[in-house]
């Protein structure tokens, strides 16, 4: 049975940082790519940055410079760094992982960041 829980989201005022982990349990970690996807009240699910079984990272326009993925194997840990947080950051996010065709997503953290 594969797991994803989020964990570290809050609330925090703009300029603020905050830093995420996605805890996987289920799967072969180290083969996964692994994001982090965020949705905001009344849009739609949003990526907002990636990173590859070979730690290639890839990151929304909109956080490029603010936040860092990074993933730590040894613990199937992965994490986003979210750093001079704007009001606009304010969402659910979402852990995924993704190997081939199969795809799983945690239960999803709220981030509120207030002005």
């Known amino acids: 049975q594969v797991q994803l829980v989020e964990s570290g989201g809050g609330l925090v005022q703009a300029g603020g940082s905050l830093r995420l982990s996605c805890a996987a349990s289920?799967?072969?970690?180290?083969?996964?790519?692994m994001g982090w996807h965020r949705q905001a009240p009344g849009k739609q699910r949003e990526l907002v940055a990636t990173?590859?079984?070979?730690?290639?990272?890839n990151y929304a326009d909109s956080v490029k410079g603010r936040f860092t993925i990074s993933r730590d194997n040894a613990k199937s840990t992965v994490y986003l760094q979210m750093n001079s947080l704007k009001p606009e950051d304010t969402a659910v996010y979402y852990c995924?992982?993704?190997?081939?065709?199969?795809?799983?997503w945690g239960q999803g953290t709220q981030v509120t960041v207030s002005s």
């Open positions: 995924n992982a993704k190997r081939f065709s199969s795809s799983w």
């Open positions: 990173v590859t079984s070979d730690g290639i990272t």
């Open positions: 289920g799967i072969i970690f180290s083969r996964n790519a």
